[in-house]
Protein backbone atom coordinates (compact mmCIF):
# COMPACT_ATOMS: atom_id res chain seq x y z
CA UNK A 1 0.00 0.00 0.00
CA UNK A 2 2.40 2.61 1.15
CA UNK A 3 5.77 1.08 -1.08
CA UNK A 4 8.74 0.44 0.40
CA UNK A 5 11.63 1.33 2.50
CA UNK A 6 10.88 3.73 5.92
CA UNK A 7 13.37 6.38 6.07
CA UNK A 8 15.81 6.46 9.18
CA UNK A 9 14.33 8.70 12.11
CA UNK A 10 16.22 11.86 12.03
CA UNK A 11 15.74 15.31 14.07
CA UNK A 12 15.68 18.50 11.85
CA UNK A 13 15.08 21.88 12.47
CA UNK A 14 11.80 23.36 10.71
CA UNK A 15 10.95 26.76 10.20
CA UNK A 16 7.65 26.67 11.34
CA UNK A 17 4.88 29.07 9.21
CA UNK A 18 4.76 31.11 12.63
CA UNK A 19 8.76 31.46 11.58
CA UNK A 20 10.10 29.48 14.83
CA UNK A 21 12.59 26.93 14.46
CA UNK A 22 11.48 23.57 16.28
CA UNK A 23 12.96 20.44 16.37
CA UNK A 24 11.30 17.16 14.53
CA UNK A 25 11.13 13.99 14.53
CA UNK A 26 10.50 12.57 10.82
CA UNK A 27 10.07 9.56 8.42
CA UNK A 28 9.52 8.79 4.95
CA UNK A 29 8.15 6.58 2.17
CA UNK A 30 8.76 6.14 -1.39
CA UNK A 31 9.06 6.03 -4.12
CA UNK A 32 5.95 4.10 -5.19
CA UNK A 33 4.51 4.14 -9.21
CA UNK A 34 2.81 7.44 -7.55
CA UNK A 35 5.20 9.41 -5.46
CA UNK A 36 8.75 10.23 -5.20
CA UNK A 37 8.70 10.46 -1.51
CA UNK A 38 6.78 11.17 1.33
CA UNK A 39 7.77 12.49 4.32
CA UNK A 40 5.94 12.78 7.35
CA UNK A 41 7.48 14.85 10.82
CA UNK A 42 6.39 15.60 13.59
CA UNK A 43 6.73 18.05 16.65
CA UNK A 44 7.31 16.24 19.19
CA UNK A 45 7.22 12.17 20.33
CA UNK A 46 5.82 10.87 23.46
CA UNK A 47 9.13 8.93 24.95
CA UNK A 48 8.96 4.80 24.88
CA UNK A 49 7.24 2.93 27.20
CA UNK A 50 6.83 -0.87 27.71
CA UNK A 51 8.04 -1.41 24.54
CA UNK A 52 5.76 0.87 22.62
CA UNK A 53 7.40 3.28 20.51
CA UNK A 54 5.27 6.18 19.31
CA UNK A 55 6.87 8.00 16.32
CA UNK A 56 6.04 9.39 13.21
CA UNK A 57 6.78 5.92 11.12
CA UNK A 58 3.49 4.62 13.35
CA UNK A 59 1.24 7.16 11.37
CA UNK A 60 2.64 5.71 8.25
CA UNK A 61 2.78 1.65 8.93
CA UNK A 62 -1.10 1.07 8.44
CA UNK A 63 -0.88 -0.64 11.42
CA UNK A 64 -3.56 -0.06 14.17
CA UNK A 65 -1.13 -1.66 17.26
CA UNK A 66 0.94 1.31 16.54
CA UNK A 67 -0.01 5.18 16.77
CA UNK A 68 2.31 8.43 16.91
CA UNK A 69 2.02 10.25 20.13
CA UNK A 70 2.46 13.55 20.93
CA UNK A 71 4.92 14.96 23.81
CA UNK A 72 4.70 17.69 24.89
CA UNK A 73 3.00 18.51 28.63
CA UNK A 74 -0.49 19.07 28.64
CA UNK A 75 -3.45 17.65 26.05
CA UNK A 76 -1.21 18.18 22.45
CA UNK A 77 -2.96 22.17 21.57
CA UNK A 78 -0.80 22.93 19.16
CA UNK A 79 0.82 19.73 18.10
CA UNK A 80 1.61 19.69 14.32
CA UNK A 81 2.26 17.25 11.69
CA UNK A 82 3.94 18.48 8.49
CA UNK A 83 3.63 16.31 5.10
CA UNK A 84 6.43 16.68 2.44
CA UNK A 85 5.45 15.38 -1.37
CA UNK A 86 8.35 15.05 -3.67
CA UNK A 87 7.27 14.16 -7.21
CA UNK A 88 3.47 12.83 -6.92
CA UNK A 89 0.54 13.38 -8.47
CA UNK A 90 -1.98 15.49 -7.93
CA UNK A 91 -4.54 14.63 -5.35
CA UNK A 92 -7.65 16.02 -3.31
CA UNK A 93 -8.12 14.23 -0.23
CA UNK A 94 -6.60 12.95 3.23
CA UNK A 95 -6.72 9.57 5.04
CA UNK A 96 -6.31 9.95 8.30
CA UNK A 97 -7.71 7.42 11.32
CA UNK A 98 -7.63 9.52 14.76
CA UNK A 99 -6.53 8.08 18.53
CA UNK A 100 -4.52 5.02 19.45
CA UNK A 101 -6.11 2.21 17.45
CA UNK A 102 -4.57 -0.62 19.60
CA UNK A 103 -7.45 -1.08 21.47
CA UNK A 104 -10.88 -0.18 22.82
CA UNK A 105 -9.13 0.73 25.99
CA UNK A 106 -5.91 2.39 24.21
CA UNK A 107 -7.83 4.39 22.69
CA UNK A 108 -10.35 5.56 25.36
CA UNK A 109 -7.08 6.21 27.71
CA UNK A 110 -5.52 8.22 25.65
CA UNK A 111 -6.18 11.66 23.63
CA UNK A 112 -7.77 11.94 20.32
CA UNK A 113 -7.48 15.12 17.98
CA UNK A 114 -11.32 17.07 18.24
CA UNK A 115 -10.10 19.81 15.68
CA UNK A 116 -6.85 20.02 13.69
CA UNK A 117 -6.30 23.09 11.06
CA UNK A 118 -4.48 22.87 7.68
CA UNK A 119 -2.67 24.42 5.68
CA UNK A 120 -1.26 23.35 2.21
CA UNK A 121 1.27 25.27 0.09
CA UNK A 122 -1.18 26.92 -1.93
CA UNK A 123 -2.22 29.15 0.93
CA UNK A 124 -5.51 27.57 2.05
CA UNK A 125 -6.02 27.41 5.65
CA UNK A 126 -8.81 25.81 7.03
CA UNK A 127 -10.33 23.57 10.62
CA UNK A 128 -12.14 20.40 9.94
CA UNK A 129 -13.61 18.44 12.81
CA UNK A 130 -12.77 14.97 13.32
CA UNK A 131 -15.19 12.22 15.06
CA UNK A 132 -14.27 10.46 18.28
CA UNK A 133 -13.55 7.08 16.61
CA UNK A 134 -10.55 4.91 14.92
CA UNK A 135 -12.36 4.75 12.23
CA UNK A 136 -10.79 6.41 8.45
CA UNK A 137 -11.92 9.97 7.98
CA UNK A 138 -11.54 11.34 4.68
CA UNK A 139 -10.22 15.03 4.78
CA UNK A 140 -11.19 17.29 1.35
CA UNK A 141 -9.15 19.52 0.26
CA UNK A 142 -10.00 22.34 -1.43
CA UNK A 143 -9.26 21.36 -4.85
CA UNK A 144 -7.11 18.56 -6.43
CA UNK A 145 -4.03 19.88 -6.66
CA UNK A 146 -0.36 19.05 -6.90
CA UNK A 147 0.48 19.75 -3.19
CA UNK A 148 4.16 20.20 -1.88
CA UNK A 149 3.31 20.51 1.54
CA UNK A 150 0.88 20.40 4.35
CA UNK A 151 0.88 21.43 7.93
CA UNK A 152 -1.53 20.03 10.23
CA UNK A 153 -1.75 21.57 13.59
CA UNK A 154 -4.08 20.32 16.59
CA UNK A 155 -6.18 22.84 17.62
CA UNK A 156 -8.24 20.75 20.13
CA UNK A 157 -8.50 17.50 21.70
CA UNK A 158 -11.13 14.69 22.98
CA UNK A 159 -9.31 14.40 26.42
CA UNK A 160 -8.08 11.11 27.09
CA UNK A 161 -9.35 8.84 30.46
CA UNK A 162 -5.98 8.32 31.81
CA UNK A 163 -3.14 9.86 29.74
CA UNK A 164 -3.06 13.75 28.66
CA UNK A 165 -0.70 12.32 25.21
CA UNK A 166 -2.85 13.26 22.07
CA UNK A 167 -2.24 10.07 19.64
CA UNK A 168 -3.15 9.45 15.62
CA UNK A 169 -2.97 6.16 13.96
CA UNK A 170 -2.14 7.37 10.40
CA UNK A 171 -2.26 9.85 7.65
CA UNK A 172 -1.19 9.87 4.25
CA UNK A 173 -2.35 11.87 1.34
CA UNK A 174 -5.18 9.82 -0.66
CA UNK A 175 -2.92 9.31 -4.05
CA UNK A 176 -5.13 6.05 -4.83
CA UNK A 177 -8.31 8.14 -4.81
CA UNK A 178 -6.88 9.60 -8.08
CA UNK A 179 -6.08 6.74 -9.77
CA UNK A 180 -9.51 4.67 -8.30
CA UNK A 181 -11.57 7.76 -10.89
CA UNK A 182 -9.12 7.93 -13.59
CA UNK A 183 -9.77 4.15 -14.26
CA UNK A 184 -13.29 4.36 -13.12
CA UNK A 185 -13.40 7.59 -16.08
CA UNK A 186 -12.44 5.11 -18.61
CA UNK A 187 -14.58 2.12 -17.93
CA UNK A 188 -12.52 0.19 -16.29
CA UNK A 189 -13.96 -0.53 -12.84
Do not use: H
Not at 27 to 42: D, F, K, N, S, W
Not at 59 to 88: F, K, Q
Amino acid sequence: MLGSGFASLATICFMASAGACWGQTCAAYGPTELVGRVQICVSSVLASQSGNSYGPGNLLDGDNRTAWCEGVRGNGNGEEIAISIRDGIPFRRLILQNGYGKSARAFGNNGRARTIEIATDLGDVFQTRLPDNSDDVIVNLPRLAEYRNLRIRILDVYPGAKYQDTCLNFITPDLEYERYLELKSQGLL
